[in-house]
């Protein structure tokens, strides 16, 4: 692997569905938004479907069989009939075997020993397998490549976030979603706040101008630990390195990228636009494992001088908060389900579905990972693309903007984001030995102890 230290040190890296809920932010933002602009009427946004129509057989391949990826395969199937799960891929041949155990435990899905790949080609295995759709869940790392031969393929994509972990990457699946749209394709992201039922209420209110104009948010994944892998006897470095993804930046693109791109994908959503630049800090103080940093806080600025105060951190015994807030000139919301006057004083809430004994509940009515994959089958389903791409490339990199500012100390600008030739990662990718010393970045210098003293 390259140099990380002399990597963060130069300056060249800153040198819907019409009306049936499966409408992507794109169309959110482009139609309902220049919409609401043209008339005085109320937006209303489609209402998601419970399950996707029936239709001719879809069937879909899995890549990266870890437990999101086994999950997501789990979610698609529970989106709609006539749905299958038919090709599964990997770099580990145990991962594939829990991914085919669980599928068959929990859906009697039983993909069959010819259509199991193993190894870093295995990716093009599923992809010519046969398969309508593409499950895109391996490490973020490899998902610029898995993203562009898919489309190439003319294959369906849904891909779990964040979708890089650098800008090069992340130009990489702008340029490649914008493929998609020509060929009638659909991608779908795991960003599945955009797919849930109170969000996209709540988000119906501020586009009707509830809070007023968008002056300021704050956005929180603040939790304990994430989890590790011990080595195991055998293991090359590069096995270990990405059995452990999640703690390598050049796999996960720290957990700033890896973890709370959900959180900055809402306020960019909301916001309808990125930031401009970004100013941060952070700090590594008491992970032991891998080469990030286990504290981030940015700030965002946008182009009307909105500002985002960005946080997260992974330490036991803190105070832990995931959420996300938008502030307004007429009120403010948590984005999620409450809609605030100025006072304080509640405005509107989101009214969740009763139970099955008619008693409240603060859960909706479809799981919006399963939602996911309703609204994407419903697009293919009805001819009617949706193309979330762009979007989730986009709030990935906002992600890695914060923390290249935090690595650096440095202000860094989007436009150096879109012209940044940073790539993290090795070259080829090969079972054997890597650099695995922990070269974590210092931003700024120290200070002269005898200038100091003068």
């Known amino acids: 692997m390259e140099d990380t230290k002399d990597k963060f040190s130069r300056r060249k890296f800153i040198g819907n569905a019409a009306a049936i809920g499966a409408l992507g932010a794109v169309g959110i933002n482009g139609i309902i938004s220049a919409c609401a602009s043209e008339t005085k009427s109320k937006v209303a946004l489609p209402v998601p ?27 698609f199937l529970n989106a709609g009939p006539n749905l299958e799960i038919v090709a599964l891929g990997d770099l580990f041949q145990d991962q594939i075997d829990k991914a085919r155990e669980e599928l068959k435990d929990k859906k009697e899905v039983e993909v069959a020993d010819e259509k199991c790949f193993v190894g870093f080609d ?5 992809i010519d397998s046969g398969v309508d759709i593409i499950i895109l869940a391996t490490p973020p790392v490899f998902r610029a490549e898995h993203f562009d031969a898919a489309i190439k393929a003319k294959k369906h994509v849904f891909m779990e976030k964040p979708v890089a972990v650098d800008p090069v990457s992340a130009r990489s699946i702008i340029a490649t979603a914008k493929k998609a749209d020509p060929l009638g394709l659909c991608v779908v992201a795991g960003t599945q706040r955009r797919h849930k039922r109170d969000y996209l209420k709540t988000y119906e209110q501020i586009l009707n101008g509830e809070i007023g104009d968008i002056v300021a948010g704050n956005c929180y994944w603040n939790q304990s630990k994430l989890w590790h892998v011990n080595r195991d ?43 401009v630049k970004a100013v941060a800090f952070g700090s590594r103080l008491r992970r032991i494992t891998g080469d990030q940093y286990d ?38 919301t948590n984005c999620e389900n409450t809609i605030y006057n100025p006072d304080g004083s509640v405005k509107w809430t989101y009214e969740y579905p009763p139970d099955e004994n008619g008693e409240p509940t603060t859960w909706v009515k479809v799981n919006p ?43 860094v600008t989007w436009d150096e984001m879109m012209n940044s ?23 700024g210098t120290a200070a002269d102890e005898e200038q100091d003293r003068g």
């Not at 001719?56 to 437990?67: D, N, R, V």
């Open 49 to 75: 479907l419970d399950e996707a129509p029936d239709g001719p057989l879809l069937k879909a391949g899995l890549i990266g069989c870890g437990g999101r990826g086994t999950g997501a395969a789990l979610n």
């Open 122 to 126: 295995a990716f093009e295995k599923v």
């Open 233 to 275: 006897e055998g293991w090359t470095d590069m096995e270990y390195m990405i059995r452990n993804w999640v703690n390598w930046t050049w796999l996960s693109g720290d957990h700033i990228v890896e973890q709370h791109v959900h959180n900055i994908d809402v306020i960019n959503w909301f916001a309808g636009k990125h930031p």
């Open 295 to 332: 504290n981030f806080s940015v700030d965002f600025i946008y182009d009307n001088d909105m500002h985002l105060h960005s946080m997260c951190r992974q330490i036991d015994d803190c105070a832990n908060s995931v959420s996300e807030y938008i502030r307004g000139t007429k009120g403010y």
């Open 369 to 411: 990972y399963d939602q996911e994959h309703i609204d994407l089958i419903t697009a293919i389903r009805t001819n009617s693309p949706i193309n979330e791409g762009e979007n989730v490339a986009t709030s990935t990199l906002t992600a890695i903007m914060g923390r290249i500012s935090a690595y650096t100390g440095k202000e």
């Open 421 to 443: 030739d940073l790539k993290l990662g090795p070259d080829t990718y090969v079972m054997g030995p890597m650099d695995m010393t922990p070269n974590i970045p210092l931003p």
